[in-house]
């Protein structure tokens, strides 16, 4: 029997999402798709690996068997492919970029796919966490260049470059009844439980620095380290949330309300940043001027407040 790595990936992220629909998605394919690949396996080992209800996927013994082997074999399989790549492109181009999750997991993907199509022999390589661990490896020399909302204008020693600018919005769960406003003055967020992040984050330091300069004041709600879980929370009505507009899209697949707010509006500059005592590696000019093209075009199709 002949198995492919494809077939293998896809039975291991269905077991382990319990979701035909979210192991497509992992792996940037159709449901249907997905569903021949497992069709495939399941055919040419003779038995089924999932028992398939309209409410669950579990794996069947057989499924519990081979998903043991699999994690084993896939990260070791990884692993050699990754070191035989490295030595293969041990000559091209390449450049490391670090942004935030949200960032990561919603705008570069498709940025860098339209970005390939045009360059085809310049890799980028991304990398996420958060704002302070991006800094950290830019200094250690570890990424050419991040993405982000930082909290400096000007440090000696960084290259910055405004890309886009966007606002802070206010989310709040989508209640039966509750108005929807395009607009929320800072000054009624006054009484408002406020789901935040740590003191340490420059977006939260920005958040504070202007419900003290409004007057308002928040009760404190859960503190949180991603904007994905800020979000969620607000949706389970935990709270309310105060984040970057870009953020939008994010918002429109949870059952939440966005508000922008005003009095004062508050706009965040996303930029790009590097290093002066890193050279820049050939095509990260090019990739910039991309990079600024393409978040504004995004913007405007996602419909995000700026």
Known sequence: MEFTSRQLRAFQLVAQHHSFTRAAEALFITVSGLSVLIRELENQLGYRLFDRTTRQVVLTEYGNDLLAVTRRTLPELDAA?????????????????GTTPLIAANILPQAIKEFRGQRPDLRIDLFDADL?????????????????????????????????????????????????????PWSALNGQTLISMATINPHQQIINKYLAK??????????????????????????????????????????????????????????????????LPPGADEFSAFLKTYIARWAGHAGVLY
């Open 81 to 97: 492919m990754s070191r035989i790549g490295q030595t293969a492109k041990a000559g091209s181009q390449s450049i490391s970029v």
């Open 214 to 279: 409004t007057g308002a004041v928040c009760q404190r709600g859960p503190v949180v380290n991603l904007l994905d879980t800020q979000i969620a929370l607000v949706e389970a009505d935990e709270g309310i949330a105060i984040i970057p507009s870009f953020g939008v899209p994010v918002c429109r697949n949870r059952r939440v309300v966005m508000s922008r707010l005003i009095n004062p509006i508050v706009n965040l500059d996303f930029s790009q940043i590097s290093t002066r005592a890193r050279k």
């Open 132 to 184: 302070t661990t991006l800094l950290d490896r830019l200094q250690a020399g570890k990424l050419d260049m991040a993405l982000g909302i930082f909290w400096f204008k000007s440090v000696p020693g960084f290259r910055r470059t405004a890309l886009f600018r966007f606002s802070l919005m206010m989310i709040r769960a989508d209640k039966i009844g509750a108005p929807h406003r395009a607009a929320t």
